[in-house]
């Protein structure tokens, strides 16, 4: 690794500040260069470690309070192709696939939807299974009851300890 970067990473784990040069307040607040803090950021782009940056939207705060994580129970050679199907869909954030366990959990693909209602989920999840030609798949809708911590993914080694946030995570 390059110099700085594991200060430069822990500072960007709690996102760039709404400045015009948000890089140099990086490095101000480090003590280091402008230039250092942007050396990082290409060597992680160089090594394939960065493929992009983007906005973490909040998005309980925008309205969308209905959260389910939808399971469906394809069947195995299918998988893959209705993976892509429905991560091609709007509403969807999250898809994937995990092991299942049956008789009792027959479920291996994962997918979370959010909407402002339970009734839009619903609705959503019906418009992505007739899509995704699914309406005679097995699938239950496992709605948020309550929201302990929610939080950008963080990889690496922390140098300073976590603070709070606005959502309630680290």
Same mark, same amino acid.
């Given at each position: 690794?390059?110099?700085?970067?594991? /200060?430069?990473?822990?500072?960007? /784990?709690? *996102?760039?500040?709404?400045?015009?040069?948000?890089?140099?307040?990086?490095?101000?607040?480090?003590?280091?260069?402008?230039?250092?803090?942007?050396?990082?950021?290409?060597?992680?782009?160089?090594?394939?470690?960065?493929?992009?940056?983007?906005?973490?939207?909040?998005?309980?705060?925008?309205?969308?309070?209905?959260?389910?994580?939808?399971?469906?129970?394809?069947?195995?050679?299918?998988?893959?192709?209705?993976?892509?199907?429905?991560?091609?869909? *709007? *509403?969807?954030?999250?898809?994937?696939? /995990?092991?299942?366990?049956?008789?009792?959990?027959?479920?291996?693909?994962? !997918?979370?939807?959010?909407?402002?209602?339970?009734?839009?989920? !619903?609705?959503?999840?019906?418009?992505? &299974?007739?899509?995704?030609?699914?309406?005679?798949?097995?699938?239950?809708?496992?709605? !948020?009851?309550?929201?302990?911590?929610?939080?950008?993914?963080?990889?690496?080694?922390?140098?300073?300890?976590?603070?709070?946030? &606005?959502?309630? *995570?680290?």
């Amino acid at each position: 690794m390059i110099e700085h970067a594991d /200060r430069v990473l822990d500072r960007l /784990r709690r *996102g760039l500040p709404l400045v015009a040069r948000p890089y140099a307040a990086i490095a101000d607040e480090l003590g280091i260069g402008e230039e250092a803090v942007l050396a990082v950021l290409r060597h992680l782009d160089e090594v394939g470690a960065v493929g992009r940056f983007g906005v973490i939207v909040d998005h309980q705060t925008l309205g969308y309070t209905a959260n389910a994580m939808v399971v469906w129970d394809v069947p195995a050679e299918a998988i893959d192709e209705v993976g892509r199907r429905i991560a091609r869909c *709007g *509403g969807v954030s999250l898809c994937y696939r /995990r092991t299942p366990r049956p008789p009792l959990w027959p479920y291996a693909l994962y !997918t979370m939807i959010h909407g402002r209602s339970r009734d839009e989920v !619903t609705a959503r999840v019906d418009a992505i &299974a007739a899509r995704c030609g699914l309406n005679g798949v097995e699938r239950q809708l496992l709605f !948020t009851v309550r929201r302990f911590k929610q939080t950008a993914a963080c990889y690496g080694r922390r140098t300073t300890a976590p603070t709070k946030n &606005a959502r309630g *995570g680290e």
